[in-house]
């Protein structure tokens, strides 16, 4: 079942307008000789949904004062498919801020510059702080504390992000610099 009321779109059905999009994912004969399956669902979720942002940027006009008019416009696309169900809502962004996050992290890498850290930190303090509101909207308390000191942490990484970012264009000394001067 959907999150949504009905069945959830098939696997048939997203491949099908990633075809009327014009980003059909390549065949792969030897891997699927019968196509698309099931367990390509979210696999071609992601492309849909990769499409649907690059089709979103490319008509978001770059000027401040209308950029924020498209914006709010997909928004209103948005929440006419969402609804009036603010749990769902924060749900869904809260899966978007964690993709986000994933993203910035860069998981193939084994140290990430600090500004990407202080971001992927920034995205996870908004990921906890959501999960911390909704554990407190249900009496969670113990819930609601595990996530604000996730929210703490990341914070504190933020911090540390931006300072190691300073240190890096010469803003301020790092560590080894207050060694020396001491």
């Known amino acids: 079942m959907s999150i949504r009321s009905g069945s959830p779109v098939s696997t048939e059905q997203i491949h099908a307008a990633l075809a009327a999009l014009g980003a059909e994912p390549p065949a792969d004969p030897k891997k699927r000789p019968e196509g698309p399956q099931e367990d390509d669902r979210l696999r071609l979720l992601g492309g849909l949904l990769a499409k649907t942002e690059l089709e979103i940027t490319d008509a978001t006009r770059l000027t401040e004062e209308e950029e924020i008019e498209d914006v709010l416009e ?24 964690q993709r986000t996050a994933v993203q910035i992290s860069q998981p193939e890498e ?46 504190i990484d933020i911090l540390q992000g931006m300072h190691d970012l300073r240190v890096a264009i010469g803003d301020t000394a790092g560590p080894e610099d207050e060694a020396t001067d001491g």
């Open 110 to 155: 084994e140290e990430l510059p600090p500004g990407r850290e202080a971001a992927f930190a920034a995205v996870m303090t908004a990921v906890y702080t959501l999960g911390a509101q909704l554990h407190a909207e249900r009496g969670d308390t113990e819930g609601t504390r595990r996530a604000l000191s996730g929210a703490e942490e990341a914070l």
């Open 74 to 97: 997909t928004l209103l696309g948005w929440g006419d498919q969402v609804g009036a169900d603010p749990g769902l809502e924060v749900n869904v962004v809260t899966n978007r801020l």
